[in-house]
């Protein structure tokens, strides 16, 4: 080896500065490791490429999940948001998910802060070019000068950027986002090693100019007044500011009979773009032509931090030329006259198959390689991010001997993304959504740290004094519903006067009822009873949001938790990693294919294998059922 090679010597090397790199980067150093992340640019750690908000609808579930665990995110726009708000309010407490506005510079900067001052981390601006293997087992990265690092742990979050075109009519540039430096080398390493690659595509919208916008002629949308932190250590009034509005505007019919003139330009249509969008996330294009007749299509209008004009056009992602995005820019309210900051464009980059990972994230056939956040086939920043956490947090924890994590269906909006991503094909880009968890009333936002917390702090990340302050919260969340269970509302005029107020009805002579029964009636709840609640102390806001849901969903907490104790049997029923499905004469040559390629953990993760039937998985388990008798057997002779 030449002396003039730089080679040094760390225990996890994390590929890529994004929100998954980030995450990951933090959980290693964080668990102990000596740790080094790289980036093309130190300028794009965290960075915001496309929408300007974290949160939003399932999606901030997963941001309050992280931080139960003790990941960076919701501290990080808790720091930097100019607007919060919570979506779905009008509807049930499992879909409430909480959205906020970031500065993004402001956002970068703060990340960056973090990171340089953690402990056992080094940040290094360089391209991987390869990934070094031996017996096995990862043992280093190689950069593109030839420079060596040494380690035992890589996490790969490339994010968009391994060979990343990005294209707007007939301009194709390799580049990444924001006209970044794409990472061109690393791809064909993964390949020898061994890895599928696929290619997909995701879009950002144009960027406008503030100045050349009339806001008057649209709806403004404030943030709320009672802003709810996105992580449990803060406190309303610790985050309280002064919040940026955004705006709501609409396309017309002028604007989509601009796009249906222009179509053949679209290289999403002409097929100039050969990567694989994402279905829930659509161009305005596309949601132009497959919907044909709606009449218009919302646009959120976002600011994209307080330290510039710029405004971010939500919901209307494209890749057609410049001048159509002009012309059908300007025919919607407000934009009349919009100067285009910075044009859309779709992006096209190699992503692996995730169903080459384990549920932990790191591949089946290469020992200390682990993967997260897009470069697994999702899209998101809080995607991505949850993904980090949860690879430098089982890096670290294997390189220290202990057991890896890995967050079920039913206890973590975490597990399921991750279940779906190792367990499904994908032949899209993944996104979130509260559809896809099956015990969403179990799985909300404002319980994450009831969820989570312990296991943050067994595993390491969640510090002492959270975790003290959640163990309070707790407590007190327990001691206050048994309170309410045991507390008599008794008749009498004023009580009566009270409920009749509130549109509820009296209470009949000889017939008191307990608190938790008038919390159950639709037209009360927990806070609106506190006046004749006498004993009532005061309790922090958490508390008493939790003890509303608990009592007032009581029952359909309860059907689903069987529900999960059905599930939580089929998860239990647990397969060797070597079975080797090629003897079950029962299975159907497709199961046989699928069952061998995915290699499920357990029977529960080998039914949701697209291609598995149930009677492919009644099979697997009489033949599973006679391989443990017959191991118990010779274990017994053994003895």
Known sequence: MSENIVREKYDTVVVGAGHAGVEAALASARLGLKTIMFTVSVDSIAMMPCNPNIGGSSKGHLVCELDALGGEMGRNIDKTYIQSRMLNES???AVHSLRAQADKQAYIKE??????NTPGLKIRQAEVAE?????????GVKTV????YDCERVILCTGVYLKARCIYGEVSEYTGPNGLKAANHLTQSLIDLGIAIKRFKTGTPARVDGRSVDFSKMQVQHGDEFVRPFSFSNEPEDIAIKQADCYLTYTNEETHRIIRDNIDRSPLFSGAIEGTGPRYCPSIEDKVMKFPDKERHQIFVEPEGLYTNEVYLSGMSSSMPEDVQYRMIRTMPGFENADIVRNAYAIEYDCIDATQLKATLEFKNIGGLYSAGQINGSSGYEEAAVQGLMAGMNAALSFKGEDEIVLDRSQAYIGVLIDDLVTKESAEPYRMMTSRAEYR???????????LSEIGNRAGLLDDETFEKYLIRKREIEEEITRMNETMVGVCAENNEFLAAHGSEPLKEGHGIKMSDLIKRPELDYDTLAPID??????NWRVREQVNISIKYEGYIKRQQIQVEQFKKLESRLIPEDFDYGVLNGLRIEAKQKLSKIRPASIGQAQRISGVSPADINVLMVYLEQFNRQKGNAEKAQN
């Open 131 to 139: 990934i070094l293997v031996e017996h096995g087992k990862v043992c």
């Open 534 to 539: 006498k004993k009532r102390k005061p309790l």
């Open 111 to 116: 990340m960056r802060k973090t990171l340089e």
């Open 145 to 148: 000068s030839g420079a060596i």
């Open 91 to 93: 509807k049930g407490p």
């Open 441 to 451: 009333l179990l799985l909300r936002q404002d319980n994450a740290d009831l969820r």
